[in-house]
């Protein structure tokens, strides 16, 4: 018996790396139920145009102005400065977010009353496990109905040091080098109540952090390297039956700061750039 999981995240060209890789790995596996998106769904005209974007242009690097605006144009919302450090670095990824063939779309709100009812309506008995990576946070619901013990998330920085969204940017704007040095990474955690709170599951810090051209493309090879270590947790949780993953919690005096998305305006992106340079001259 094996145990059945969803991929969860947002529309974005950053997610679209980590359904690249479920499909990669997953796409032949009946346990595999699909990819869950936080996003009212589409047009059949912008799906096509997305899937048609990322087979034209999958692991081109440089695209051009308007080719790269025609890219922005396909997704809303996005981070904009990590998102094109990764398709520099990694190239455009071959999958776009509704690639998989089970493509659920739950709304933009996922704490909505279409997300929750899709959730008590098909969230079933076997009770999957759901990894995720979102830019909102989960209502106790989402716990309530996982169980508590089902729901993951990969964060782009080392847990308890930075938590919450754009958490390595704020932390770079601080120049403070050695809780920079200890927070640049990833982890892989469980989802509780709190903000990035959940025990861990895995996490790993970067040897080097300064050893990028700027704090984006280093946000950019931690999202990647972390969804290449997410697809193996996955791996490991669904196809080792006889164990079961329980994480651990870490020193609470040791608990960051719980940055929001509200804090990382222009003026904060540019502590943010500035700051990265000024440790890395160091």
């Known amino acids: 018996m094996k145990r059945d999981f969803y991929l969860l995240i947002d529309s974005s060209i950053l997610c679209c790396y980590a359904v690249s890789k479920w499909i990669e790995i997953f796409s032949d596996n009946?346990?595999?139920?699909?990819?869950?998106?936080?996003?009212?769904?589409?047009?059949?005209?912008?799906?096509?145009?997305?899937?048609?974007?990322?087979?034209?242009?999958?692991?081109?690097?440089?695209?051009?102005?308007?080719?790269?605006?025609?890219?922005?144009?396909?997704?809303?919302?996005?981070?904009?400065?990590?998102?094109?450090?990764?398709?520099n670095m990694f190239g455009l990824?071959?999958?776009?977010?509704?690639?998989?063939?089970?493509?659920?779309?739950?709304?933009?709100?996922?704490?909505?009353?279409?997300?929750?009812?899709?959730?008590?309506?098909?969230?079933?008995?076997?009770?999957?496990?759901?990894?995720?990576?979102?830019?909102?946070?989960?209502?106790?619901?989402?716990?309530?109905?996982?169980?508590?013990?089902?729901?993951?998330n990969v964060h782009s920085a080392v847990l308890p040091y930075a938590r919450g969204v754009y958490s390595i940017e704020n932390m770079a704007a601080t120049q403070d080098e050695n809780l920079f040095r200890k927070a640049a990474g990833f982890t892989i955690h469980f989802i509780d109540k709190g903000v990035d709170t959940g025990p861990v599951i895995r996490t790993e810090r970067l040897i080097d952090p300064f050893r990028f051209n700027s704090i984006w493309e280093l946000k950019a090879y931690t999202y990647m390297v972390g969804y290449h270590v997410y697809a193996d947790v996955a791996k490991h949780i669904i196809f080792n039956i006889d164990t079961t993953s329980v994480g651990t919690r870490g020193?609470?005096?040791?608990?960051?700061?719980?940055?929001?998305?509200?804090?990382?305006?222009?003026?904060?992106?540019?502590?943010a750039e500035e700051g990265y340079l000024a440790m890395k001259q160091k």
């Open 93 to 152: 990824p071959r999958h776009s977010v509704s690639s998989a063939a089970n493509t659920i779309f739950l709304g933009k709100n996922i704490n909505g009353k279409h997300a929750r009812q899709w959730m008590t309506d098909n969230y079933s008995d076997s009770r999957p496990f759901i990894f995720s990576h979102l830019g909102q946070i989960v209502k106790s619901w989402w716990l309530d109905l996982t169980g508590g013990d089902r729901l993951l």
């Open 30 to 87: 009946p346990h595999f139920l699909g990819v869950l998106v936080r996003e009212d769904k589409p047009s059949d005209d912008v799906l096509k145009q997305r899937e048609d974007f990322h087979s034209q242009y999958a692991g081109q690097t440089l695209l051009t102005t308007e080719i790269t605006n025609t890219l922005f144009d396909l997704y809303k919302g996005m981070d904009s400065e990590a998102e094109r450090a990764m398709i």
């Open 251 to 271: 020193d609470p005096s040791l608990q960051g700061d719980n940055f929001r998305a509200n804090q990382m305006n222009e003026a904060q992106k540019h502590l």
